[in-house]
């Protein structure tokens, strides 16, 4: 239910932000302003009244934090490479679909500020909460760890629509569960998160 409510919510939003006439900075801002909120909204309920300890929502060793830290930044150059070897086989264009939602040429700068908060910061977060936090938790408890490591990726990946998108977000949707098996909490995961997203948005404005 998680994932319908995801996908169904993305899709909604998205559709009635594209009958509205917006200029291209204003239709970047509702998708990721709306994408943000409902997400965020999702994983507030999804854990309204539960035992957030058993959601993996709990702190976590620095030593943990570390490691996450390192699999965002060996994943993301991963995940890029299976996103872009996917639009290969596929015939399509190597650049990432994505990039329209994260490079606005001549967008002021409070405007990739907030992008960039959104992108990095917040959505990771919502995230985090609702796949590797209440789904992978769910998962785990009837059929064990390893099938919430593969479901919650399987359902995190197809959440992003575009196939090659899929892919990539898959694999480090494996690597972010493990994480979370391994340590118990989500806060690595959320780091590694942070910084895959991170060092793409530096990538994009600064490369």
Not at 40 to 48: D, K, W
Not at 69 to 84: E, R
Not at 145 to 164: D, Q, Y
Request: glycine residues 14%.
């Amino acid at each position: 239910m998680v994932t319908v409510g995801c996908i169904a919510g993305l899709l909604i939003g998205g559709v009635l932000i594209a009958s509205l006439d917006l200029g291209a900075k204003a239709h970047v801002l509702c998708v990721l302003g709306w994408s943000s909120l409902w997400l965020s909204t999702l994983a507030y309920i999804s854990v309204r009244g539960e035992c957030l300890e058993a959601r993996g929502l709990k702190t976590s060793s620095m030593t943990h934090l570390g490691i996450g830290l390192l699999v965002g930044v060996v994943g993301m150059p991963v995940a890029s490479g299976v996103a872009g070897a996917v639009r290969e086989l596929l015939g399509r264009a190597p650049e990432n679909p994505q990039l329209a939602y994260i490079l606005i040429e001549g967008a002021p700068i409070w405007m990739t500020a907030l992008i960039g908060l959104l992108v990095v910061i917040v959505q990771p977060l919502a995230e985090e909460i609702l796949f590797r936090g209440t789904l992978f938790s769910s998962i785990q408890e009837v059929w064990g760890s390893r099938v919430a490591i593969v479901g919650s990726a399987v359902l995190f990946g197809a959440m992003h629509g575009e196939l090659s998108v899929v892919a990539g977000t898959m694999a480090l949707g494996m690597a972010f569960g493990l994480l979370r098996a391994r340590t118990g909490s989500i806060m690595p995961a959320y780091i590694a998160h942070v910084a895959n997203n991170g060092i793409a948005f530096l990538i994009i404005h600064l490369g």
